[in-house]
């Protein structure tokens, strides 16, 4: 007969040697805390741009500094609410200004484009955020609004809001690529 002591110490020690496989198999995003800002390039030069309304673009997929990550993608989210973008957006479907769900974007539909409109501005109503937010949250908001249109993968898109819901959630979605047709509303 094993002594009690013996069987303990034996499932224990199997126990341990368990745990240890299933969080060696697990694989956490990362979330990077402290950040050399991704676009402070493109946020502090002073640049005429040749992109103009109606311009085709290259049709490569060019991917943002935060598309492949939920966290920041909920942060941008709940930026896009705090920072007012729901007054003339709304959630997306568009209301002053155009919607951000469909695949017609004015000023192009890549994370570039998203950051130099949010941080430049566009005639006729969308107002520049220079110097008003830093390029972190900037890029967040780039990923949750390509997140709208269904451009990031579905296990990166935020589930909820702690808001009502009045709209459909980014991960039922299909993927809708944007065209630079220019859209009814001229921002």
Partial sequence: MLDLRVVRHIVVGLTAILFALAASGCVREQRRFREIPPGATAATAVRQTELQPGQPQPEEQIKGPYDENAYAVSEGQRLYEW??????????????????????????????????????????????????????????????????????????????????????????????QPTTKPAEHPQ
Avoid at 111 to 126: A, C, K, L, V
């Fill in 83 to 176: 920072y007012n973008c729901v007054g003339c957006h709304m959630h997306g479907g568009g209301n002053i200004g155009p919607p951000l769900m469909d695949d017609k974007w004015i000023y192009g539909g890549s994370p570039e484009n998203i950051f130099d409109t949010i941080i430049e501005g566009r005639p006729n109503g969308m107002p520049s955020y220079r110097g008003r937010m830093p390029n972190q949250q900037v890029w967040q908001i780039v990923a949750y609004v390509r997140s709208m249109s269904g451009q990031l993968s579905k296990d990166v898109s935020p589930g909820r809001t702690d808001d009502m819901n009045v709209k459909t959630v980014e991960q039922s979605k299909g993927k809708e």
